[in-house]
């Protein structure tokens, strides 16, 4: 499987749930705001995580 990022593989699903017409438009919304929530949120993690590997090593 090819390297994909996070936000394209966020727009390639919510594009499959549109062509499979799986899903209205307000339960898109609502997977898409869920989904960046958790990029923010694994973002912040990892920024913590470095700090906390710096401050370690130093």
């Given at each position: 499987?090819?390297?994909?990022?996070?936000?394209?593989?966020?727009?390639?699903?919510l594009?499959?749930?549109?062509?499979?017409?799986?899903?209205?438009?307000?339960?898109?919304?609502?997977?898409?705001?869920?989904?960046?929530?958790?990029?923010?949120?694994?973002?912040?993690?990892?920024?913590?995580?470095?700090?906390?590997?710096?401050n370690?090593?130093?």
């Amino acid at each position: 499987m090819k390297p994909v990022l996070l936000n394209d593989a966020i727009d390639l699903y919510l594009q499959d749930l549109i062509e499979r017409k799986e899903a209205p438009e307000t339960t898109l919304k609502s997977k898409r705001n869920t989904l960046w929530s958790f990029v923010y949120f694994a973002i912040q993690m990892c920024t913590i995580m470095q700090r906390k590997v710096q401050n370690f090593a130093s």
